[in-house]
């Protein structure tokens, strides 16, 4: 088989095996210990695991250095890379840095606008968008070449992800959006955390009449609820989040003590169902400062054990 | 135009109490249609500031003229003959013309009256709203008259985020999606599918990030 780049994740993928790939937040400060407990807790019931960057916009390890720790452990991290924080030239040169460890996937975002964070008052960047960081990576590995044009001695060898929310509005141009992100170069998606399933498949559907499973890995994301508060939460605080109210329901209908299990069933049905939607070639479980539970979300779907590639 | 907002009185009187004549300037252009730094304001803060200044039992003398524009040469030359009898300026308006008084008068002190805010367009009285952060390089043509630059607040050229809801912005339910309004307009348009064009990445040497700007007209210059 001809691969792009040596990601494990890509081997997975093409090798038509479900991926699971997980994530993990780096902590509030150098004590990269932390990063090396959660990934342990996840690494034999996963493919990869993110590292997210700077999420919410507050303030933490960077992404690249955790994501170097794992890569050190013998692990397959996905660089997660916001355009929030840096110009063309830190971008690169980031890419650079984690091309330097042989880090061979990259989730290209947009990132939370910064006035969710610590530091509401700091300026944004955004010199690109997410959009155009997918080419410029695709560019640095396809054409061994920086945006300036100069050559680059040994370009990065990256698997080249970006993120979709079928939830966000306007709902007409999520499918459009996902085109675009395919041909600036995503090669594989992860989604935002999915509880709306009939919406996720209604978007799944419109994009398989567009063919658009074909050109790109869609991994789909879930989230485990830990309680109907959280449930509520995402409903009404998070931006772009779709949980609907039999959601909620079904979530507070159970007794307190009772509601992470009943969150983590609700995650196991979710993606019993999605294992059967077409194109759905993955999965991605952000169990949010929940990693322990990964294990357990993996082995009652079936996902487990993990396959092996070259 | 450009777009302006009161600064507070307090913060004004802490820059100039130790002075005892002033001049309060204003503009008679953008400033006066937001109703910042007119006539009728330069009057108001004249007003307050004397009634202060007598509750302090201090002696100020302020005076007040408002000029046609604080940004061109031949109507800032109409206080030379009198700029000497006073300590300080405060002009009241935009920090284009705040400079450009200082400039002029190389040894006054002039203060800011406003905070100068955005390029914006009046909705309606009393709300004025974001259009252009002056990037040098148009792409409204593009983008279906609606500018993502200045109206999405991560500037996106190929939005709408993932944070879009109902027509929001993610950082408030105030705020529209710019990202929205566009696709509403390529729609009304006809022009939806315009939507996949890939908008490359912009070139920012004509905006804040190439330096201090300028634009010169040789065809126009005497």
Known sequence: MNFKTPSKLEKILAAGHFAVTSE??????????????????????????????????????????ACIRLKLMGLEPVLQMVTRDRNRIALQSDILGAAAFDIFNMLCLSGDHQSFGDCAQGQNVHDLDSMQLLQTVRHMRDEGKFLG??????????????????FADPFE?????????????????????????DKFELWMKMLRDRGLHEKVYILAGLTPLKSAGMAKYMKNRVPGMDVPDDV????????????????????????????????????????????????EIVENTGLYPRPKVD | ????????????????????????????????????????????????????????????????????????????????????????????????????????????????????CFLGVTEKRGLW?????????????????????????KRLLNGPCGG?????????????????LIVDRLKALGKIGDYENIIPLKDWSTDRAGGPRKVAREDVQL
């Open chain 1, 24 to 65: 993990c937040g780096p902590p509030r400060g150098s004590n990269i210990e932390h990063i090396v407990n959660k990934a342990n807790l996840i690494k034999d019931h996963v493919d990869a695991i993110n590292i997210t960057d700077n999420q919410t916009s507050v303030t933490r390890l960077c992404s690249l250095a």
């Open chain 1, 149 to 166: 044009g100069g050559d680059i001695d040994r370009p990065p060898r990256m698997f080249v992800g970006a993120a979709a929310n079928p």
């Open chain 1, 173 to 197: 141009i999520r499918v459009p959006r996902l085109a675009k992100k395919i041909a600036a170069g995503a090669e594989f998606i992860q989604t935002q955390c999915i509880y709306n399933l």
């Open chain 1, 248 to 295: 909620v329901k079904r979530m507070a209908a159970a007794p307190k003590e009772k509601q992470p299990e009943e969150g983590i069933k609700i995650c196991i049905e979710s993606i019993q169902r999605l294992k059967e939607v077409e194109g759905v070639k993955g999965f991605h479980i952000m169990a949010i400062e929940w990693e322990e539970k990964v294990p």
């Open chain 2, 1 to 116: 135009m450009i777009v302006a907002d009161k600064k507070p009185i307090d913060e004004i009187i802490k820059e100039i109490e130790n002075y005892g004549k002033i001049l309060i300037l204003g503009c008679n252009e953008c400033v006066t249609v937001c109703e910042a730094g007119g006539k009728k304001e330069v009057g108001i803060l004249a007003s307050a500031l004397r009634m202060y200044f007598l509750n302090q039992g201090k002696d100020v003398k302020i005076d007040e003229v408002t000029l046609e524009r604080q940004c061109d040469h031949e109507y800032l030359e109409e206080i030379r003959d009198r700029v000497d009898k006073y300590e300080a300026i405060v002009s009241l308006a935009c920090g284009v013309g705040v400079q450009f008084t200082a400039e002029k008068y190389h040894a006054m002190p002039v203060y800011p009256g406003v905070n100068t």
């Open chain 2, 129 to 153: 709203t974001e259009r252009c952060q002056a990037c040098g390089k148009c792409m409204l043509a593009k983008t279906a008259g609606i500018c993502p630059v200045s109206r999405c607040a």
């Open chain 2, 164 to 180: 879009s809801t109902k027509g929001k912005c993610e950082i408030s339910k105030e705020v529209d999606c710019a990202w929205q």
